[in-house]
């Protein structure tokens, strides 16, 4: 991931969208809610509309797929310190829904 920090939840929707590959996410209209724990406790929804990224704070009316997790191991993940398939093998990240959605995530963002 590139700047900005990766520092909070904020930041990190804010890293993903600076890292967001449109073209990878065309055809793609689905809405991915996170629900955190711990130090940053809250919902948050990211929208792929066809090649377009946006989120908002908050829940998503009708999510295609939820995550749980807590917000340092997320910013964790998403530093490369912690690998997200381990981390949803050991139980710190739980999906519900469309489970083939969060398999696709790694590709709709550029590595740092």
Do not use: C
């Not at 890292?19 to 929804?45: C, H, L, M, Y």
């Not at 910013?75 to 050991?90: D, P, R, T, W, Y």
């Amino acid at each position: 991931m590139a700047a900005p920090n990766l520092d909070s939840i904020p930041s990190s929707f804010e890293a993903l969208k600076a890292n967001f590959k449109p073209e990878k996410a065309q055809g793609v209209t689905k809405a991915i809610q996170f629900d955190f724990t711990g130090r940053e406790p809250g919902s948050w929804t990211m929208h792929l509309d066809n090649g377009a990224y946006s989120y908002h704070e908050g829940p998503a009316e009708s999510p295609n797929a939820t995550v749980d997790v807590d917000s340092d191991d997320w910013l964790k993940i998403l530093k490369g310190e912690m690998n997200a398939v381990s981390a949803f093998m050991s139980g710190k990240i739980k999906i519900k829904g469309d489970m083939s959605l969060m398999m696709a995530f790694q590709n709709w963002f550029e590595r740092a």
